[in-house]
């Protein structure tokens, strides 16, 4: 059964950086896409990124673009996001989700498989 755990959260400072992980275990080769979702309190939860199986095609929420990079490593069964320039409006719980595909519209409803949550906190 696929498991993924979320790690890298925190509290940061307006315009600092932080890196998410989200290990998978549970398979033996991890041939699902991955996305990056958010839900900050009394918000809907919004797909951030997400990056393919084989990590050619990624895709990013509008208000990320330029500042989050998402990536893979398979040999660690482990997906990225790096957050740069990082403003209080980012400030929410960070899901790390498993699914079949990454599309330009990233819903959570594709998403099958799901992390705990990792808090992210940007204030001075």
């Known amino acids: 059964q696929l498991q993924l755990v979320e790690s890298g959260g925190g509290l940061v400072q307006p315009g600092g950086s932080l890196r998410l992980s989200c290990s998978a275990s549970g398979l033996t080769f991890d041939y699902y896409a991955r996305g990056w979702f958010r839900q900050a309190p009394g918000e809907e939860r919004e797909g951030v990124s997400c990056?393919?199986?084989?990590?050619?095609?990624?895709h990013y929420e509008d208000s990320v673009k330029g500042r989050f990079t998402i990536s893979r490593d398979s040999t660690k069964n482990t997906v990225y996001l790096q957050m740069n320039t990082l403003k209080p409006e980012d400030s929410a719980i960070y899901y790390c989700?498993?699914?079949?595909?990454?599309?330009?519209?990233?819903?959570?409803?594709?998403?099958?498989?799901w992390g705990q949550g990792t808090q992210v906190t940007v204030s001075s």
């Open positions: 990056i393919s199986s084989s990590g050619d095609i990624t």
């Open positions: 989700a498993a699914g079949p595909s990454c599309l330009a519209t990233i819903w959570q409803e594709d998403f099958g498989s």
